[in-house]
């Protein structure tokens, strides 16, 4: 009797996209992974900042539009090297400030806003610190700001949140336009 062919194992990575990793300025390579099913957890990680994962609850409706998949903050869990920190991510409707996320870890306040069509601000306790750029393919561009000191949680928070919830947003009289011209003949 012939042997039997090998039963092909299929792989557990299969539907997980490569990292992308980007060359910062202040901190070299820094890789943003999203990992297990349908992408629910974000890793941000690279030899000279802490390791951020933001994860999506099982279970959580995935918006194809953002991609950790929700703004939902119920349904995030945040951690930095494996402590808790707190993200809340804004409804994101018209305005740009909308498109805000908040996050808190050991003392400390960040804050993502859109400020122009592609990019978004970093502020760590109100002092703005860069201003980050992501087309949504986890691949992100930082920006220091000269002379304001930048420390490796800054630069894996800036990342983490670019990535997941994206930058940038129209003003909203730009939108306004837009609707207007939609609804015209």
Same mark, same amino acid.
Request: proline share 9%.
């Given at each position: 009797? =012939?042997?039997?062919?090998?039963?092909?194992?299929?792989?557990?990575? %299969?539907? !997980? =996209?490569? =990292?992308? %990793?980007?060359?910062?300025?202040?901190?070299?390579?820094?890789?943003?992974?999203?990992?297990?099913?349908?992408?629910?957890?974000?890793?941000?990680? +690279?030899?000279?900042?802490?390791?951020?994962?933001?994860?999506? @609850? *099982?279970?959580?409706? @995935?918006?194809?539009?953002?991609?950790?998949?929700?703004?939902?903050?119920?349904?995030? !869990?945040?951690? &930095?090297?494996?402590?808790?920190? !707190?993200?809340?991510?804004?409804? +994101?409707?018209?305005?740009?400030?909308?498109?805000? &996320?908040?996050? !808190?870890? @050991?003392?400390?306040?960040?804050?993502? /806003?859109?400020?122009?069509? *592609?990019?978004?601000?970093?502020?760590? $306790?109100?002092?703005?610190?860069?201003?980050?750029?992501?087309?949504?393919?986890?691949?992100?561009?930082?920006?220091?700001?000269?002379?304001? =000191? &930048?420390?490796?949680? $800054? @630069?894996?928070?800036?990342?983490?949140?670019?990535?997941?919830? +994206?930058?940038?947003?129209?003003?909203?009289?730009?939108?306004? /336009?837009?609707?207007?011209?939609? %609804?015209?003949?």
């Amino acid at each position: 009797m =012939p042997d039997a062919a090998p039963v092909p194992v299929p792989d557990a990575n %299969a539907n !997980t =996209p490569e =990292p992308a %990793a980007t060359e910062d300025d202040h901190y070299g390579e820094i890789s943003v992974e999203l990992e297990g099913e349908h992408g629910r957890t974000l890793v941000v990680s +690279g030899e000279n900042i802490p390791r951020i994962t933001l994860t999506r @609850a *099982p279970g959580a409706e @995935a918006d194809d539009h953002i991609v950790i998949g929700t703004r939902d903050p119920v349904h995030l !869990t945040l951690t &930095v090297d494996g402590h808790d920190a !707190t993200v809340l991510p804004a409804k +994101g409707r018209l305005s740009r400030r909308s498109y805000r &996320v908040d996050v !808190t870890h @050991a003392g400390t306040s960040y804050r993502l /806003v859109p400020d122009s069509v *592609p990019s978004s601000r970093l502020t760590r $306790d109100g002092k703005h610190l860069g201003d980050f750029s992501s087309d949504g393919d986890r691949r992100v561009i930082a920006e220091w700001r000269a002379g304001v =000191p &930048v420390e490796p949680l $800054d @630069a894996a928070i800036g990342y983490a949140l670019s990535a997941a919830f +994206g930058t940038g947003g129209q003003p909203l009289w730009m939108m306004a /336009v837009d609707a207007v011209s939609t %609804a015209l003949p």
